[in-house]
Each structure stands twice: as C-alpha cells, then as structure tokens.
C-alpha cells in the first residue's frame, strides 16, 4: 500500500513512518494552509496529521488554528476526494469534543468546545462528515486522548524532572482519572484501519484501555527510576493560588498546565476495539513506563 502523511516531521508522523515502512511504500508530505492550493495525491490512503497543536503557552493567534487545522485539512481532503486514494485518516482530538468533561467521553458525546484548538478541529470534522463520499472510498476520524511515547517531551517530561531530581509531588490533593494514549496503540489502530476494510468509516475515540491518576502516574515513573516519591497533599486552594500567579509570572506551573495535570478526562476506546475485534497490544503502564525510559536515556 502507497501511505501518503502530512505532517511526517512530528512526534505522530515519524512513528508512524516508522511502524509502516517495513511493509508498506510511505511518503511523509510537508504541508502548511496556502490560499486556493490543490494538494498532488499519489497514493493509496491519506494519514493526515498536519495541523497546529494546542498553545499551552497562549501566543498564537486564532486565525492560525483555523487556517492550519480547518482550511488545510479541506484542502486535504477535497484532494483525497478528487483521487484515486480510497483511505482518508483524519487525526483530530478528543478535545474537538470538550475541553473538560464529567463521566465518560464517547462518540456519542455532544461536541462543545471551548478553545480555537477544539473548535477548529470539530470544523475539520464537520466539513469531512458533510461530504458525499463516492463508493469504494472510507473515511475515519480519529480523536486521540493524550498521545505519549518515546521522543515525546511535554506534560510526561515535566514530571520526569520533578521525580528524577527527588522533588516531592505537590498536587497529592487533586484525585483524578485521566487515560492516556501509548503511541505504539495508536500506530497499531491506524494499521487495523488501513488494512481492515470491514472497519466502517466513522469517528474513533482511541486511548489506553484503563484511565489512571496522576498520583498513580507519579509512582509508576518512580518505580521506574527506582526512587521513593513523596505525595504530598498541599491544600487545593493554596496550589490554584500559585497557579493563578504562575499565568502571569510564566511558573512553571500555571492555571492550563495545572488543569492537564489533575483534571479528570476519561476517554472510552470500547467502539474501536470492539470494530477490530483485536486488543490493544500495550497496557497503560507498560506504555509509559516505556516513554520513561526514554526520557532517562535521552
């Protein structure tokens, strides 16, 4: 199969460039949104990933959203359209959905986003969702939860840090459930996709199998290391007093970062694994301890 990916210089691409090469013909495609653009297709499937990510630091502009994750992923698939490609994989998030949630997020979760990110990505998926799609081709949005794995420096490398350097865990206080999403489960779910034509098109929420909390991620990274962590339960309100402080003394912790930490976001990956019929191949916490060692050797 000849896999066209747009955005192949990010984390998601070059893994994915990685995982497909041995067996497929991959050609990872630098993209960026121009006006009235055509993009040339010569292949078999389309994995589009190109797009801006979320701006924890809050300096990029609104339009940069919508041209990047809106415009372009038109400009996309309106070519994918107009091809001989039959697969389209869009990589949108789940927080094209909600930005925080309570309970469970599905597919059947009425979207509602708040931020530029969201709110252009849940455009991207309209506009794909509202085109007739000619016979023989299939499309899948794909809405990953927090997506980790070796290479990937972000939240993860944070607590690395504190863990590593023996600081105690100040935010003991928040109880949360989060899932995660190992990067080699998402690798293996866009294969299935690619190779499975009796997966129907549709939109797939993919994350690990079990939701786990920080407090539960702190101590797994520190049996990784082989180090003792102390939890410690510092009042709520005085640590969401700092974080207020640390927005406008650029902390490193601040109110967005506080908020990915301790939120609960729980992401159900039931229709997906029920459509493969196939178990996801990497528990949880096998997946991040792998992303642990990495950050250890790098």
């Known amino acids: 199969m000849r896999i066209m990916i747009t955005g192949g210089s990010g984390f998601v691409g070059i893994n994915l460039f990685e995982y497909f090469k041995k067996k497929h013909l991959v050609k990872k495609v630098s993209v960026r949104y121009l006006a009235k653009q055509k993009i040339d297709v010569n292949a078999d499937a389309i994995i589009h ?152 098109s549709g939109i797939y929420n993919v994350a690990d199998d079990e939701a786990i909390s920080t407090n539960e991620l702190i101590l797994i990274l520190s049996q990784s290391l082989g180090k003792r962590m102390r939890i410690l339960k510092i009042p709520r309100f005085f640590i969401n007093g700092i974080s207020k402080m640390g927005d406008f003394l650029k902390l490193p912790l601040n109110s967005e970062r506080l908020q990915k930490l301790t939120e609960n976001y729980v992401v159900s990956n039931q229709k997906i694994v029920k459509t493969m019929r196939k178990p996801l191949p990497v528990a949880v916490d096998e997946g991040l301890i792998n992303t642990f060692k990495s950050l250890k050797v790098s």
């Open 49 to 200: 990933l190109a797009g801006k990510a979320h701006d924890l630091k809050n300096v990029s502009k609104p339009s940069d959203y919508y041209e990047a994750n809106f415009e372009l992923t038109k400009q996309v698939f309106d070519s994918f359209l107009e091809s001989e490609a039959t697969v389209f994989v869009f990589l949108s998030s789940v927080k094209a959905v909600a930005d925080r949630i309570n309970g469970v997020l599905t597919e059947d979760t009425i979207p509602n986003p708040k931020t530029h990110y969201g709110i252009s990505k849940q455009q991207a998926e309209k506009y794909i969702l509202s085109k007739e799609l000619p016979y023989g081709k299939r499309i899948y949005i794909i809405r990953p939860c927090m997506i980790h794995g070796p290479g990937n420096k972000g939240n993860l490398n944070l607590l690395y840090n504190l863990v590593s350097r023996g600081i105690p865990w100040p935010l003991g206080s928040f109880e949360n459930q989060r899932s995660f999403l190992s990067i080699e489960n998402l690798c293996f779910v866009i294969n299935e996709i690619l190779e499975n034509d009796s997966i129907i």
